[in-house]
């Protein structure tokens, strides 16, 4: 028998003793876990918002309401990076990833988009791994603009942006890691995909500009 005070205790009880006082402390880190990955829930679904109202504005040239949204959002990567810093198992979560994406996404859209340099992962605060996966949705941006390119008749401009879409998915294509690292193949099928068709588009645009100009030419005679 162990004494505790006035108390006289058995090796099983103190036993049991210890494992209450661990699930204590358990129990103070995961509620502690718990509120932080709630508050990590809305802060990436709010960057997630920020980030699609940004690309809509992009679409529609509206650069200024673009930046705004875009600002709003690095603070909140900055906020989410801060007040997860010690909880690393937190921050490296799917959520988190997917936020990073989308912002990502925006910001390589708006810096084309104004002719901007490309910031890096280290200029946006972001993981590597979120910031290529966030290239490979970037393309699928690039193709809408392609669309919109298109439908005004601007089909030069266009083959610029397929141009464009081609080189990144070259570079895209050079990144092979298990997808327990990075899954990039995802992106890099999505990418594909989304280039071909892009392809297509273009060569039938093409062709009916140069039938086009024959018929008109032929109206002449």
């Known amino acids: 028998m162990i004494g505790r005070g006035n108390l006289i205790l058995s090796p099983p009880m103190v036993r049991m003793m210890k494992i209450a006082e661990i699930i204590t402390r358990i129990r103070y880190v995961l509620d502690e876990k718990d509120g932080l990955r709630e508050e990590a829930l809305k802060i990436t679904r709010d960057i997630v918002r920020l980030s699609g109202d940004a690309i809509k504005a992009l679409h529609r040239e509206d650069f200024e309401l673009a930046e705004e949204r875009l600002n709003k959002a690095q603070k909140l990567i900055k906020n989410l990076r801060e007040m997860l810093k010690n ?6 979560t799917g959520y ?21 340099e490309f910031p890096s992962p280290a200029d946006l605060g972001i993981p590597e791994a979120d910031y290529v996966l966030g290239i490979g949705d970037f393309i699928g941006e690039l193709r809408r603009h392609f669309l919109t390119l298109l439908l005004n008749g ?10 464009f879409m081609e080189g990144i998915y070259e570079e895209l294509m050079t990144l092979e890691y298990p997808k327990g690292l990075v899954n990039i193949r995802q992106k890099q099928d999505q990418a594909r995909y989304t ?7 273009l060569t039938r645009a093409k062709i009916s500009k140069a039938l086009e100009k024959k018929l008109e030419e032929v109206l002449k005679r």
């Open 87 to 92: 909880h690393q198992d937190l921050y490296f």
């Open 96 to 116: 988190v990833q997917n936020a990073h994406q989308e912002f990502v996404e925006a910001m390589l859209f708006y810096s084309y988009l104004k002719g901007q």
């Open 154 to 163: 601007e089909i030069a401009k266009a083959e610029e942006v397929y141009r």
């Open 195 to 201: 280039l071909e068709r892009t392809l297509e588009d």
